[in-house]
């Protein structure tokens, strides 16, 4: 089974694009990396994948029944099964590097 590297490519193009809007010697120093990784354990294998944060926020209730002055925000992210680049399933790839 070949193994998805869309991640790994997109990350490149991205930091590639980054590097030639930066000076020289400034870009010499970029490193990117996907901001939401998650270690994901499954069975006998761990894989590095990327999710996808979903914000939201509510805001509480007092004891009263009134709204609380301030709201809540919290996320949650979305672990994908499948690659969006390219539809490959990452259930069983290896992971995203």
Do not use: D, H
Not at 36 to 64: D, F, H, R
């Amino acid at each position: 089974m070949s193994e998805c590297k869309c991640f790994n490519v997109m990350l490149e193009k991205v930091s590639e694009n980054l590097r030639g809007q930066l000076p020289a010697k400034e870009a010499e120093s970029l490193k990117a990396r996907w901001g939401n990784e998650a270690l994901v354990m499954e069975e006998n294998s761990m894989t590095l994948k990327i999710g996808i944060p979903v914000a939201y926020e509510y805001q509480k209730l007092k004891k009263s029944g009134e709204p609380q002055k301030n709201r809540t925000k919290k996320e949650v992210k979305l672990m994908m099964s499948y690659c969006p680049f390219c539809g490959i399933s990452l259930k069983n790839s290896g992971g995203t590097r």
